[in-house]
């Protein structure tokens, strides 16, 4: 099992950038496939990035491509989520969700088997 707490979230202007983090305990942080995901009000939770174990792979949602991008070290036990050219349509509670299917770059909710409480991001016009 492991534990995941989102941090880093706040206001911020758009065009503006922010990083979140997500910091795991628990069983060993490299077994896992993770991901981010946001969820606006009165919004389904929708796929933001996924990265694989070790890093070296990363996807991202066609709405986020090219200004998000995610990283973790696995030494620390931390996901990142860099958020640049920010706009008010990516304002959301931001979760980080962690997974220990084969393979990785689950972008459904049911693929991930444990999640963050979220960390909220408004992005001001």
């Known amino acids: 099992q492991v534990q995941l707490v989102e941090s880093g979230g706040g206001l911020v202007q758009a065009g503006g950038s922010l990083r979140l983090s997500c910091a795991a305990s628990g069983r060993t942080f490299s077994s896992y496939a993770m991901a981010w995901f946001r969820q606006a009000p009165g919004k389904e939770r929708e796929f933001v990035s996924a990265?694989?174990?070790?890093?070296?792979?990363?996807i991202s949602a066609d709405s986020v491509k090219g200004r998000f991008t995610s990283s973790r070290d696995n030494d620390k036990n931390t996901m990142y989520l860099q958020m640049n050219s920010m706009k008010p349509e990516d304002t959301a509670v931001y979760y980080c969700?962690?997974?220990?299917?084969?393979?990785?770059?689950?972008?459904?909710?049911?693929?991930?088997?444990?999640w963050g409480q979220g960390t909220q991001v408004t992005v001001s016009s």
């Open positions: 990265i694989s174990r070790s890093g070296s792979s990363t």
């Open positions: 969700a962690a997974g220990l299917n084969p393979g990785w770059g689950g972008s459904s909710v049911s693929w991930y088997d444990y």
